[in-house]
Antibody, heavy 129, light 107 residues
Framework: QVQLQQWGAGLLKPSETLSLSCDVY????????WTWIRQSPGKGLEWIGE???????SYNPSLRGRVTVSLDTSKNQFSLHLSSVTAADTAVYYC???????????????????????WGEGTTVTVSS | DIQMTQSPSSLSASVGDRVTITCRAS??????LNWYQQKPGTAPKFLIY???NLESGVPSRFSGSGSGTDFTLTISSLQPEDFATYYC?????????FGGGTKVEIK
């Protein structure tokens, strides 16, 4: 049973860099991707970015090059860095495992379903001067 | 980016009611649609992937349907523990965008 435990600084000043890490217990990085999501106060969920087991990344274009997701397989850990934060980055940040399952349809179409099946408990990050 | 639109944004229902939540994608996503449930102060809980595949342990009163751009989550008989906010998410491509959420409240 994979569990995720996340940690990092919860109070930042504008222009600083947000750094969060997520420790993976009970599993390995093989075959899965690892994702960061955030939720601004009273708002919905925003997908930030993901990294797969091979280290390939994909990011939300809305974060305009400020975001980096990295993987440290020796520590069973993945991390989020978000630079030049502003008050708009105040949110609860979640790490999650993105699992994929192969599908094949009778019309011959095939591919993978991707879904966030294991979540961390969330870290509240506040940006304030 | 693919935009995901949920409706309604909130609804009031009673225990035992049948509840349907709709999610619409701005372009076809095949059947790459997931659903999550979130209760206040907690992380989202994964419910359904690939439009209709229930995660292990999710009660059978939850079901999903649809394809292309239009999808639904149905709760056949609402239970007290089902009062929560529900989010859809497309996994067709990145960024894997979420809908705005539907809050299910007690009538």
């Amino acid at each position: 049973q994979v569990q995720l435990q996340q940690w990092g600084a919860g109070l930042l000043k504008p222009s600083e860099t947000l750094s969060l890490s997520c420790d993976v217990y009970g599993g390995s990085f093989s075959g899965d991707s690892w994702t960061w999501i955030r939720q601004s106060p009273g708002k919905g969920l925003e997908w930030i970015g993901e990294i797969n087991h091979g280290g390939s990344t994909s990011y939300n274009p809305s974060l305009r090059g400020r975001v980096t997701v990295s993987l440290d397989t020796s520590k069973n850990q993945f991390s989020l860095h978000l630079s030049s934060v502003t008050a708009a980055d105040t949110a609860v940040y979640y790490c999650a495992r993105c699992t994929r399952t192969f599908y094949y349809e009778t019309n011959g179409h095939s591919g993978y379903y991707y879904y966030l099946d294991v979540w961390g408990e969330g870290t509240t990050v506040t940006v304030s001067s | 980016d693919i935009q995901m639109t949920q409706s309604p944004s909130s609804l009031s229902a009673s225990v035992g009611d049948r509840v349907t939540i709709t999610c619409r994608a701005s372009q076809s996503i095949g059947s790459s649609l997931n659903w999550y449930q979130q209760k206040p102060g907690t992380a989202p809980k994964f419910l359904i992937y690939g439009t209709f595949n229930l995660e292990s342990g999710v009660p059978s009163r939850f079901s999903g349907s649809g394809s292309g751009t239009d999808f639904t989550l149905t709760i056949s008989s609402l239970q007290p523990e089902d009062f929560a906010t529900y989010y859809c998410q497309q996994s067709y491509n990145t960024p894997r965008t979420f809908g705005g959420g539907t809050k299910v409240e007690i009538k």
